[in-house]
């Protein structure tokens, strides 16, 4: 069970604010200082149905990967029925969010982008990741849909 968080505030919307922020201070920590990898955006990680890989979000990645979502007109998440991530648009094939991805879209487990990074390599992000979901009352990592579209429902 969850340890009550002792940083909450009673505003909720303030709370998703700072942990908005937060992830994304993480993402810029990771892009100014990656591990030697090549994202060619070739997209190959986004097509789950090929990698069978779905990418597990925390919360504050969620929260975070939904505004993005909203700040590109979207309300809801897309639906695709190829199994593709359903935010890879289906027309350019690029990701509608790719400043606000998630963590493990930006720590590859795309071959073609040299694979996933070990663990060991990011594992101080990662818990700062894990910490700000505790903040937020996560539940830990959860599939890329459903935590996004819980997500925008919060922030609606
Ligand atoms: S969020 Fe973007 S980068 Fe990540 S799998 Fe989906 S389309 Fe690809």
Redo the contacts with the bound molecule.
Sequence with gaps: MRKRNPHKTSDPRRDTEEAVTAVRQIYAELKANPPERNCTLQ?E??R?QLTGRI?MLTKGEAMT?AKALRAAGRKELPKRADG??????PFTS?????EG??F???THFCEAAGGPYERREVVDLIHRLEEIDENLGGEGTRE?SVAISDALEEIR
Excluded at 84 to 89: E, K, R, S
Excluded at 94 to 98: A, F, G, L, N
């Design positions: 997209t990680c986004c789950f990418p990967a593709a991530c359903p935010l890879l648009h690029r990701c509608m969010i790719y991805r998630p493990g879209c930006r890329l």
